[in-house]
């Protein structure tokens, strides 16, 4: 993302509030792993999509039309002693030079410096709640500035919440955005073919997903946007398995959801296919049922659509599919109306993707399910699970647990696929994993 696109965007939001406001921002802080280790930094998604500064202990201050600094960060002043342990700092001159601040004052000088501008203001755009830290001190300030007399100063009237505006905003990717998007969804499908040929008999569920990481990394994306899953069998039936501690055994299915983060974009994929490379008829006539559902839900991602467009037809196929197998029993539409499917389906088919894998934006508006535009990103992922011991199901049916998650951006005649690399019919699969 370039210095420019950042600019955009801090613009965009200033104009939305208006002079007399005023928008703070914190970075998000280092989270502690244990004792004297802390986990990598990743800034708060908010802070960086408005500031791209990658450093931890900052805070962004927007002013809209206040002429000689209308954005002001402050941050870790330089220290020469400490960088030599852990890595440059921007200071306050690369605040100004190179993520272009118009002012910027040590992190330390925050209690002088931002009640004084906070006085001055009407209304205070603020994401309550997210930062427990900034959020005791804001109340702190807030509280002396009503102590003062009135006469001296009036102090905010009223709190709005940044993140409402802010997350609305994100909801529309820009072309750069779509680009990290892009790159980290072709890495991961890439992380998902190696997966797929690496996958045998008797290999561990970990050292598959020492594959997946592997490849990643290698190709610049050292996170993944959340734990992968990687279930065999019976594993693959609970939804947030994140152990991935068992063997893989012949005859079973495997069910992957892995996604990196490239340049603090997420991509989120799944692929479910068998640990011997061959698909039984029962696992193929319920893995084919599941494309097809995936395929009706991924034709509706196109401007215009509302939200729930996608969901009401995956659950339409599956439940009409599940019906043919008799797994469900009953005439299609009753067990729809009725939520029969919900014992096989419990999750909904997809989610807005971003910088967060379950990226932010409202789903509705005015209690109306929201219509697809182009740039809104989501993925679509229909699935399938019927563990062990399930009453009234044949037992056949049994410890198949089926998803297939793709990544599309909505454009501006249909809809793009970037997770379209990683193989997803049946015959794809059983060639790649039979080469
Ligand atoms: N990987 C989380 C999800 O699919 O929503
Ligand atoms: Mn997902
Ligand atoms: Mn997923």
Sequence with gaps: ???????????????????????????????????????????????????????????????????????????????????????????????????????????????????????????????????????????????????????EVQGPLEFIALDHYLHDMRLYKSRSEIKAMRTAAKISSKAHKRAMKFCRPGVKEWQVEAEIVHECARAGARDQAYPPIVGGGSNACILHYIENSDE??????????????????????TRTFPVNGKFTPAQKALYELVLKAQQAAIEKVQPGSHWNDPHDAAVKVITKGLAELGILKGRASTLIRNEHYKQFYKHRTGHWL??????????????????????????????????????????????????IEDDLVVTKDGHDILSKDAPKKVEEIEALMAG
């Design 354 to 403: 971003g910088m967060d894998v379950h990226d932010v934006g409202d789903y509705k508006i005015d209690g109306q399910w929201r219509l697809l535009e182009p740039g809104m990103a989501l993925t679509i992922e229909p699935g399938l699970y019927i563990p062990a011991g399930t009453k009234g199901v044949a037992k056949k049916w049994w410890d198949i647990g089926i998803r």
């Design 1 to 151: 993302m370039t210095v420019a696109e950042y600019k955009r965007r801090r613009h965009q939001l200033m104009r939305m509030m208006g002079s007399g406001s005023i928008a703070i921002l914190p970075s998000g802080p280092v989270a502690r792993r244990n004792r004297d280790v802390d986990y990598p930094y990743r800034p708060d998604s908010d802070f960086h999509y408005m500031t791209g500064f990658p450093e931890p202990d900052a805070v962004a201050v927007l002013i809209p039309g206040r002429s000689h600094a209308a954005y002001v960060l402050f941050c870790r002043e330089r220290n020469p002693e400490k960088e030599v342990w852990n890595g440059a700092r921007a200071g306050q001159d690369g605040a100004r030079e190179t993520y272009a601040a118009d002012d910027s004052f040590p992190i330390g000088d925050l209690d002088d410096i931002l009640p004084r501008m906070l006085e001055q203001c009407e209304r205070v755009y603020y994401a309550m709640g997210c930062n427990p830290e900034l959020d005791k001190r804001m109340s702190e300030w807030i509280k002396d500035i009503r102590t003062k007399p009135r006469m």
């Design 248 to 269: 893989l055994k012949d005859g079973d299915l495997l069910l992957i959801d892995a996604g990196c983060e490239y340049t603090c974009y997420a991509s989120d994929i």
